[in-house]
């Protein structure tokens, strides 16, 4: 079992920045895939960005590209997510996710349902 906690949610001003964290924990491998999901009120949970831990490759939601950047750090286990420029419209609560092993095509990683493991989400609000 793998378990994602996420931290670093809050409030913040239109035009901020933010950055969201997920440490894992349990029976993780060196090889995985780890995202970042987001789902605001009424709305279908939508991909915002994932990283393959092995080489460092990213794939991200073309209304944050640009704006976020996921990072992973080995040492401490954990994904990032830094948000720049933020804009009320990403209001959600936004969830972690991972899977072990590499997808069969990277654009698999779009799609929730690849995931195996998810956190319990953290909050980020901002402001107008």
């Known amino acids: 079992q793998v378990q994602l906690v996420e931290s670093g949610g809050g409030l913040v001003q239109a035009g901020g920045s933010l950055r969201i964290s997920c440490a894992a924990s349990?029976?993780?491998?060196?090889?995985?895939?780890m995202g970042w999901f987001r789902q605001a009120p009424g709305k279908e949970r939508e991909f915002v960005a994932a990283?393959?831990?092995?080489?460092?490759?990213?794939r991200y939601a073309d209304s944050v590209k640009g704006r976020s950047t996921i990072s992973r750090d080995n040492a401490k286990n954990t994904v990032y997510l830094q948000m720049n420029d933020l804009k009320p419209d990403d209001t959600a609560v936004y969830y972690c996710a991972a899977r072990m092993g590499r997808p069969a095509y990277l654009d698999l990683v779009r799609n929730s349902a690849f995931y195996t493991y998810w956190g319990q989400g953290t909050q980020v609000t901002v402001s107008s």
């Open positions: 990283i393959d831990w092995s080489d460092g490759s990213t």
């Open positions: 349990g029976r993780t491998f060196s090889s995985r895939t």
